[in-house]
């Protein structure tokens, strides 16, 4: 989450959302498996708003996941998970 490339695609992602509804999806049933856990911190850690849509049909609003720390990078936030 700390490269350009990040950056970059996730600056697209956030001119997707503010013109229209978006969703990040895969496979995995639950976000905290799956890499929608690490989007969804760096979405939360940049002042966005997540919502996770669980198997059972309830809507919760994402909260930073307990192991994130987030450092201020002027710009952009940086994300990380220390062991």
Do not use: N
Request: glycine share 4%; charged share 20%; hydrophobic share 40%.
């Amino acid at each position: 989450m700390m490269t350009s490339s990040f950056r970059d695609a996730f600056a697209e992602l956030e001119q997707i959302a503010a013109a229209k509804r978006t969703a990040i999806m895969c496979s995995e049933s639950v976000f905290w498996r799956c890499h929608r856990r690490l989007v969804s911190d760096y979405t939360v850690a940049s002042s966005g708003t997540v919502h996770h849509i669980f198997p059972d049909g309830k809507i919760r609003p994402h909260t930073l996941t307990s192991e994130a720390v987030i450092k201020d990078s002027g710009d952009s936030p940086q994300v990380i998970y220390p062991a």
